[in-house]
């Protein structure tokens, strides 16, 4: 089935019991054995089932395979939140003592784990100096465990060489990691160019709604996990949080995301609410066309703006002039989403006078909701650093982002038009 189909049907018919066509929600907790035996089936992981919604749910399940499905994975693990999914993906791989290497353009709160949080566990993070695969390539040792990277950074918009990161990566026997939030896998499917795992924010486009948090993690099934059963020993040898399973024996490929359930997961509980799940599911069923709009849209505005005799500069890589635009054709059909930046003549002063004037754009914090968002960083997110630090962080005073929605595009440009004739 092609993506439109797949995001309707997949991993659902209809429920057996009453019939029902849309995904039931199974608002619950824990659910019943036949018998003694089938509960110790369960718990050894020997018969597929339901225990307790912590570590499944079959709200949930849909979800999961949906979004499998969708990226080309083995299978996937659906969480509260998209950094819930990064989070885990990481730890079911790390120990005190490994790291993992980093495109340095990532996600703030991404950035906020790798540069604080790991390193207070002992897991070093290591920032490439640029996206590049010989930038990445110089960081790997004998101690790293995966290469990470968003396939379109959020806010910064860059494009990275999927294939050539893995390409680096899986010549050091490392798998790569790859953020596909802001592209979804409507726009661009990094298993094909050779990513191992995929992580998400659901609560952005495939959700879509601005209404539920939640987070998933596809394993592709494809990285060889019980060749190099020292590197990755917590997948190889017996787990001491699971009296003794050695996932790569009882999963086989899909030894890494069972590992992600029954660890990370179980252990720490950032489970997903079964009512977002069935939320999440109803944004995704709709994914494919409302990602052709916010494209269609996007490329609109970015070309406005361009035009616009007081705007100063645009960055978009579906324009031809955009660094990435080459990549963008080449891992997203000329199609990189639909969040771009722009900068005003006028500077600080004109940003925050624009963004205050904004009537359909709405003023706050995230991303691809139906709806058109704008952001100020320099007033806002960014605002607690100097100058300086904001422009290492890619941030400059003047800077608007915008995540394009679905709206007619010329309420949009209309509302661009205005805002910016009184900035
Ligand atoms: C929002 C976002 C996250 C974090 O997701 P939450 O669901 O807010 O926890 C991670 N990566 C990217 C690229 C994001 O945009």
Redesign the pocket.
């Known amino acids: 089935m092609k993506d439109a189909t797949i995001a309707l049907h997949h991993g659902f018919k209809s429920d057996p019991t009453t019939k029902a066509v849309a995904v039931p929600i199974y608002q619950n907790v824990a659910f019943e054995f036949d018998n003694a035996q089938h509960g110790a089936d369960l718990f050894n992981l020997d018969v597929p089932g339901n225990i307790y919604t912590r570590i499944m749910n079959p709200t949930n399940d849909v979800l999961e395979q949906r979004m499998a499905a969708l990226e080309g994975g083995i299978a996937g693990l659906a969480v ?7 989070h885990y993906a990481i730890q079911t791989l790390t120990q005190a003592g490994d790291n993992i290497v980093s495109t340095p353009q ?2 703030g ?2 950035y906020t784990l790798f540069a604080h949080l790991l390193p207070s566990f002992g897991v070093e993070v290591r920032f490439a100096r640029d996206d590049s695969p010989e930038a990445i390539a110089e960081l790997i040792d004998d101690k790293t465990k995966l290469v990470y990277c ?1 396939s ?3 806010p910064a918009g860059n494009i990275v060489d999927i294939e050539g990161l893995a390409q680096a990566a899986h010549a050091r026997n490392v798998p790569l990691m790859v ?1 596909n ?2 592209a979804t896998p409507i726009l661009c499917k990094p298993i094909q160019f050779g990513a191992d795992i995929v ?6 486009y495939v959700g879509g709604h601005g209404n539920s ?3 998933v993690i596809v394993d592709s099934g494809n990285f060889p996990w019980a060749e190099h059963p020292q590197k990755f020993a917590s997948l190889n040898t017996p787990e001491p949080a699971y009296h003794g399973v050695v996932y790569t024996e009882k999963f086989g490929p899909a030894a890494f995301i069972a590992r992600a359930r029954t660890v990370p997961l179980r252990n720490t509980g950032a489970a997903l609410a079964p009512m977002n799940a069935f939320l999440l599911l109803q944004g995704l069923e709709t994914l494919a066309l409302r990602m052709e709009r916010h494209t269609d849209n996007a490329i609109r505005v970015a070309q406005f703006l361009k035009d616009h005799p007081l705007v100063a500069w645009v960055s978009y890589a579906g324009l031809a002039d955009h660094p990435h635009h080459e990549l963008a054709h080449k891992y997203m059909q000329g199609k990189p989403s639909a969040i771009l930046s722009f900068g005003l003549k006028g500077g600080y002063a004109a940003g925050v006078r624009f963004y205050d004037a904004l009537q359909i754009f709405k003023r706050l914090v ?3 909701d139906a709806k058109s968002l704008a952001c100020h960083p320099a007033s806002t997110t960014h605002r607690q650093m100097n100058e300086q630090e904001q422009a290492k962080a890619g941030v400059k005073p003047e800077m608007i982002r915008l995540s394009v929605g679905i709206e007619a595009i010329e309420d949009l440009l209309e509302d661009l038009d205005q805002a910016l004739k009184q900035a």
């Open positions: 509260a939140a998209g950094s819930a999914a990064i990532l996600y709160g991404t968003e379109i950074g959020n953020d939030t802001v992580v998400h924010s659901v609560t952005k948090l939640g987070g995230n991303i691809g």
